[in-house]
Nanobody
Framework: QVQLVESGGGLVQAGGSLRLSCAAS????????VAWYRQAPGKQRELVAS???????NYINSVRGRCTISRDNAKNTLYVEMKGLKSEDTAVYYC?????????????WGQGTQVTVSS
């Protein structure tokens, strides 16, 4: 059974920082492309940051310089650290994994963790 379990969300003051974790099980984590998405109220889900199996990272412009995505393949865990949080960072943050199975890729999602930034 595939599980992606996020943790670390909560209420943070503007300018503060937090680290989200995503513990994966049931997948070949080290071979998977993993990412963090977020969805604010009334908005579409958007990609925040991604990291490839080889460690190549990408960030959306609005978080670049404030955000660091990382992975620990030994622990099957994905992380994102965000600093200088702004009210517009308020959203539900989702862990995502694109898992290779043969010649096919399967996409999995976590249940999400709420991040609320107070001004």
């Amino acid at each position: 059974q595939v599980q992606l379990v996020e943790s670390g969300g909560g209420l943070v003051q503007a300018g503060g920082s937090l680290r989200l974790s995503c513990a994966a099980s049931g997948i070949a984590f080290s071979a998977s492309a993993v990412a963090w998405y977020r969805q604010a109220p009334g908005k579409q889900r958007e990609l925040v940051a991604s990291i490839s199996p080889r460690g190549t990272t990408n960030y959306i412009n609005s978080v670049r310089g404030r955000c660091t995505i990382s992975r620990d393949n030994a622990k099957n865990t994905l992380y994102v650290e965000m600093k200088g949080l702004k009210s517009e960072d308020t959203a539900v943050y989702y862990c995502n994994a694109d898992v290779p199975v043969g010649t096919t890729w399967f996409r999995y999602w976590g249940q999400g963790t709420q991040v609320t930034v107070s001004s």
